[in-house]
């Protein structure tokens, strides 16, 4: 079966992206077309849609199944694997930003911590870049907890305060 163009171009597209955030270009790939598949799609289907070794479906597949972005489905008398995307483009959004914050900010959060400590007890060390890693280190934690915020703030209100954009500072400045 062919892909129209459009949603050949979305999947490319998707896959050059994943690259970009440092994922693999498949996984980004076969992630995007199980998100555009008005169905369920089986790792066969996949190969064939995105011509790709079936070894490779494979592997983004568990991939993306870790991640939380896909989940394994079964149709009632048919024993082969079935595999969907999340179609809530919001909590797709959450799970990609969540397993962004787990592989890359909480690293770095915890070696800030850990120069913060180090740094300061050095006595050669200028104290300009003893500020400036008190710095970067309260940048981080203050992303961090914005995050933390923002999940839990519910997707509708999460839109409206998206919506609003710098509107909000309105409210800040009184």
């Known amino acids: 079966m062919n892909l129209s163009p459009a949603v050949e171009k979305y999947v490319l597209h998707w896959g050059e992206m994943g690259t ?44 993306l199944q870790s991640f939380g972005l896909v989940k394994m489905t079964h149709m009632l008398g048919d024993r082969r694997d079935y595999f969907e995307s ?7 959004f959450r799970v990609i930003i969540e397993q962004r914050k787990q592989r890359e900010l909480n690293p770095t959060l915890s070696m800030l911590r850990t120069c913060a400590v180090e740094v300061a007890e ?6 300009v870049t003893k500020q400036r890693i008190r ?8 992303t961090s907890n914005w995050y933390e915020q923002i999940q839990q703030i519910p997707t509708p209100t999460l839109q409206k305060v998206m919506k609003l954009g710098a509107k909000i500072t309105g409210f800040l400045d009184k």
């Not at 790939?29 to 011509?51: F, G, H, M, T």
């Not at 050095?122 to 104290?127: A, I, L």
């Not at 710095?135 to 203050?142: A, K, S």
């Open 135 to 142: 710095n970067m280190l309260q940048f981080v934690e203050t």
């Open 20 to 63: 970009r955030w440092g994922t693999n270009r498949t996984v980004a790939q076969i992630q995007a077309l199980l998100y555009l598949s008005p169905r369920p799609l089986r790792a066969d289907e996949i190969v064939d849609y995105l011509s790709v070794a079936r070894s490779n479906v494979s592997t983004s597949m568990r991939e």
């Open 86 to 92: 999340l179609s809530d483009v919001w909590e797709l």
């Open 122 to 127: 050095e006595k050669d060390t200028d104290e």
